[in-house]
């Protein structure tokens, strides 16, 4: 197997380590041990993290290696807002080829799964490459988050439904309203869903 393909195999475990919650927000990334766990050398582990820290998913101090992020209220505030102003630029980008834009996939297996699938779907009908690169690191950001939340907010199912048929319409009024529904009640719970987050 070649450097390349060892880097990408073990970027993509690191980083389901992260977003199924294996290693926690503020746990140290050790690249030994992980090499370990990976069965690869630490050269691999450390390009990896190096690339999860541009996608915000990892944190390089000096003099103190690799983390996980930890996040507050404020971060994950200022992440909902973030979040909502990119789809919003999309759907300006997006309008009159959102319904044409077929979903791609089956069902997702959980709440998390099934909103990022819906933004990227948003991202792909905007033509705009850069507009996927920047959901998808969004929705691995928040992956985690989106994990909590259905424990904390009833109905994100009917939510994930009503946002899925008015994308399915091609609905960009109805969009724009329900996004800036979904994004409002989350930031109004930030606190919650950050303690849910560190204690799960």
């Known amino acids: 197997m070649n450097a390349g393909a060892t880097t990408e195999r073990v970027h993509d475990a690191i980083r389901r380590l992260?977003?199924?919650?294996?290693?926690?927000?503020?746990t140290r990334l050790d690249p030994a041990v992980l090499?370990?766990?990976?069965?690869?050398?630490?050269?691999?582990?450390?390009?990896?993290?190096?690339?999860?820290?541009?996608?915000?998913?990892?944190?390089?101090?000096p003099g103190g290696g690799f983390h996980v992020p930890m996040i507050d209220a404020p971060a994950l505030a200022d992440l909902y807002r973030?979040?909502?102003?990119?789809?919003?630029?999309?759907?300006?980008?997006?309008?009159?080829r959102i319904a044409a834009h077929a979903a791609n996939g089956g069902q997702a297996d959980d709440d998390a799964t099934a909103t990022g699938a819906l933004v990227e779907r948003l991202a792909r009908a905007s033509r705009n490459e850069e507009h996927l690169r920047a959901v998808r690191d969004i929705n691995a950001r928040l992956h985690a988050v989106r994990l909590v939340e259905a424990g904390l907010i009833a109905d994100t199912r009917?939510?994930?439904?009503?946002?899925?048929?008015?994308?399915?319409?091609?609905?960009?009024?109805?969009?724009?309203i329900r996004w800036r529904q979904y994004h409002r009640r989350r930031r109004r719970m930030v606190a919650e869903i950050v303690r849910a987050l560190l204690r799960s």
């Open 18 to 26: 992260i977003l199924t919650r294996v290693v926690r927000p503020g």
């Open 35 to 61: 090499a370990d766990r990976l069965a690869t050398s630490a050269t691999p582990v450390r390009e990896a993290l190096n690339q999860l820290c541009g996608a915000g998913l990892v944190d390089a101090r």
């Open 82 to 96: 973030w979040n909502e102003d990119v789809i919003g630029i999309i759907l300006r980008s997006a309008a009159g």
């Open 158 to 176: 009917d939510e994930i439904a009503h946002l899925s048929a008015a994308t399915d319409r091609g609905d960009v009024a109805a969009l724009r």
